[in-house]
């Protein structure tokens, strides 16, 4: 084992949903790794913040539009990506919504918003990709989940349906694609604060619930996840696929809140 495992210079990644959040951080850790990014999101001019933080790192960044509940949209930005890298190497597959609230409220447009964008858009864009990566022998695809790929949680009944879908999905494409030389893997984050989340967090007594609940005993951070998401990208990861690898501080060991005395 040697660190040039871990280098990514010479390849190009492609993250979608990289605007902010744990997008920005993938599309960040990979290009200290030495990648070149293309990052997506639904308005290009929202890409400018994350662009300059891959300039800053030395590397090359190709902001692109995507909306991933549109076919149009997946076939056009992969093949713009693609055309502007001239390859891609690497797929972290992150865009991602979610819809908060009682399962018996959810509504017929709250289930196909998460899952059209969470799971049908998922596999399409990993599709296009493949259909490139296979010519050439070689992919990395990450697909992101979330804990809740392997716990439920109430008031999240179609969220924790797409990510277990996603943690099957991987494993259905590492099968598939595997002998076209292109490893297929889910990294699935546990609780970290993002924008979407990012109300929950200023409820002082549900983060010291939450930390009470998960082993290292503190929510995630910036930069817990760079290290796994480097390694499934890179060489190191060369005979991982179908797995998925809960970054999590152990919440999904079932760690419970400790009681009272």
Known sequence: MTTQQFDLSGKTAFVSGASRGLGQQFASAL?????DVVITARDKNDLAET???????????????????????????????????????VLVNNAGCNV???AIEVTWDDWNLILETNLRGVFFVAQEHAARMIEKKYGRIINIGSV????GYAGLAPYCGSRGGVKQLTMSLADDWGPHGINVNCLAPGWFK?????????????????????PLKRPGAPGDLHGTV?????????????????????ISTGAVRAMPK
Do not use: H
Request: charge should be negative; include cysteine.
């Open 31 to 35: 290009a200290a790794a030495g990648a």
């Open 100 to 102: 908060r609230k009682p």
């Open 194 to 214: 993002t924008k979407q989340n990012a109300v929950m967090y200023q409820d002082e007594t549900w983060v010291e619930y939450l930390s009470d609940r998960i």
């Open 148 to 151: 809740t790929c392997v716990n």
């Open 51 to 89: 662009t300059e933080l891959i300039q800053s790192l030395g590397r090359t960044a190709y902001p692109v539009e995507l909306e991933v509940r549109s076919q149009e949209s997946i076939k056009s930005a992969v093949a713009a990506a693609w055309d502007a890298a001239g390859s891609i190497e």
């Open 230 to 250: 480097v390694f499934l990208a890179s060489d190191a990861s060369a005979y991982v696929t179908g797995q998925t690898i809960l970054v999590d501080g152990g």
